[in-house]
C-alpha cells in the first residue's frame, strides 16, 4: 500500500469512528471464534502496511533528524494510531475477550495484543492519543538532535562532541577535571527535555487510563502478565539477592577509585563521574590486567558487525540479508556530514517480514563489540519468527525481556576466553586471571546493572508514573533513588530545573520498561548455565558456542515461535526450571571470597546515608 492510500484509509476510519471491519450485526449466527477470524484477516494486511509507514518513517526521522523529518513520522504514527487504536476495533476485541475460553489460545493472544497496541493511542479520546503521538516524535528529535558540547564560550559550543567522544573520556582519562566536565557534559541535555518529560508521563498515563489501565507503569508491566506489585516484588528480591555482591565490588571499587585519583579520604558514596559510565550501569576499566578494550585495537568497526555475524553462522543461523548493510545506520556520522542521528543503539523489524536493520554508531571499542552482538540478538529473533506460523500481531518476543537477553546471551558467549582465543582476539601468550577476569565482567555485567536496572531505573519510573512526580522534584528523587540503590552520589549538586534521568534514552523513548534488561540477564545466565553444563558439557566461566550448530537450534527453538506461546511456559520446556537468578548468582560466587580478602580491614558496610533497598 502507498503511502497516500494509508493516510486516506486511516483518517476514513478515525473520522466516521468505523474500523471498516466486516459488520458484527449477525455476530449472533456467528462463534467467537468465527468473529476473531474474520476480524483478524481484516486486520493483519492493514496492520502490516500502515506499521510498515511508520517504522519507515520514525527509521528516517532518527537516522536523519529535522523538522520535516519528525513532522512526517507524527503523521505516519497518528495514521498508525488511528487503525491500532480505533473505538470499533478497541470494542470488537474486548467483546471477543469476554468469551475467550471460546477463542483458541493463539487467537486470543492476537486479540489481546490487538488491545496492547490500540493503547498506544485510543481513539476513544482522539485528542489525547493524537496529542500523545505528536509529543513522542517531538521528545526523540530533542534527544537525536541534541548537540553535545565539551566547551561553550558566550553559549556558543566550541567544543561539539559525539557521546561516543563523552563515554571515551570515561573510560580512559585519569583526570578528574577532564572527567567532571565529560559528565557535565552528558547531563546537559536534561533541562531540554524535562518539561517533554513532564508533558509525556500525563499524556501516556492517560492513554492508558483510557484503556483502564492505572497508569502508563501498570500498562507496561501487564506484557508480562504481572502487576506493578509483583514486578516490583521481583525485581526487589534480584536487587536483594545480588546485594551481597554488590556491596563487596562496590566497596573494593571506591578504595580502587580514591587511589586511582589519588582521594585519601575514600568517599562512602562514589562519585559519578568517578565511573566509566555516563549513569554507573556499568563500571569498567577498574581491573588492572584486563583491558577488553585493547583487543580491539587494529579491528575496523565493520569488523565487528561481521564478526558477531559469523557468530550467529556459525551456530547455524543463516547470513543476515543483503538488505540489512545496505539499509543500516551502523557506523558514526563521517566527518563532514551535519546530519544528526540518534546516538543509542537500536534494532528494528521494519515490515514485520524481511526488512531488519539496525542503527549503532560502531567504534572499536569493547562495549561496542558486545553491544553489536545484543543487536544482532534482536535481528535474529526478528528473522526467526518471521515465518507462517506466526501471524504478524504475535511477532515479537515471549516478552520483551526475552527480546533484550538473545543478543546479551550471544555477547556472554562472545567474552569467554575460549572464544576469544580461537577467533584470535586473544592471544596465547596472553594469561588470563581467572579471579579478575570474572571481576571485569561482574563490574561491567549484572551485579552493578542489576541496582542500575532492577533498582534505579524502575523505581524512577515507577514514582514518575504512578505517584506523579513534580518536574522540579525529578532531580531530586533520581538521586535518591541512586544513592539508594547504586551508592553513587552526584559530583555537585543537581539543579531542579534538570533532568538526570532524561538523559538516558529509554526514560523518553521507551519508556517504563528498563525492567526488561534487569529480568534479560536473569535469563541469560539461565540459558547460558542450561547450554553449557546440558548442551556442551563445559564450564559456564568457559564455554564456547561458536562453530556448535546444536546451540543454534536450541535457540531457534525459543525465538521461531515469537510470542506465540506463554514465556514461562517456553523457558520451563527449555531449560527445566523457572525464572531464577541462582545461575547468575552461581556464576559470579567465586568472586565473594577474593573480594572479602580484598576489602578486609575495610568498612563495607552499606553507606547509611544512601538508604536501604525499598
Ligand atoms: O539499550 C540497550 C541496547 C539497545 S536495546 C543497546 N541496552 C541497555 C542500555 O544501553 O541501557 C543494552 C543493555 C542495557
Ligand atoms: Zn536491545
Redesign the pocket.
Known sequence: MTRPIALVLALLLSSCGSSGAPPAEHATERTPQEEADLLLAFYDPILLALSTEASRAAWVASTDVSEEHTGARTGADTAFSAFAGNAEIIERARALLEHEAELDDITARQIHHMLELAAGAPMTNPELARARVAAESAQSARLDGYQFCLAREAGECTQPVTTNDIDRVLVESRDLDERLNAWRASKDVGPTLRDGLVELRGLRNGVAQEMGYQDFFQFQVSNYGMSTEEMMELLDRLVVETRPLFSQLHCWARYELAQRYGVTDVPRLIPAHWIGNR?G?SWPGLVDGVDMDSMMTGREPEWLVQQAERFYQSMGFTALPESFYENSDLYPVPEGQTRRKNA????WHIDLREDVRSLMSVESTWDWFT?TH??LG?IYYYISYSNPDVPPLLREGANRSYH?GM??LIALAASQPPYLREIGLLSDEQDIDEVRWLLDSALTGPIT?MPF?AGTMSHFERDLYAGELPADELNQRWWEIVGRYQGIAPPEDRPSNGCDACT???IND?PAQ?YD?AL?NVLVYQLHDHICRNLLHQDPHACNYYNRPEVGEFLRTIMTPGATRDWRQVLRENTGRDLTAEPMLEYYAPLMTYLQQQNQGRDCSWPAEAGAPE
Open positions: 549513569w550501569q543509542h543503539a537500536s534494532a553491544t545484543h543487536e534482536h533484550e543478543g546479551d546493572f536496572a538516558k534514552t529509554h521507551d528498563y534488561y534479560a
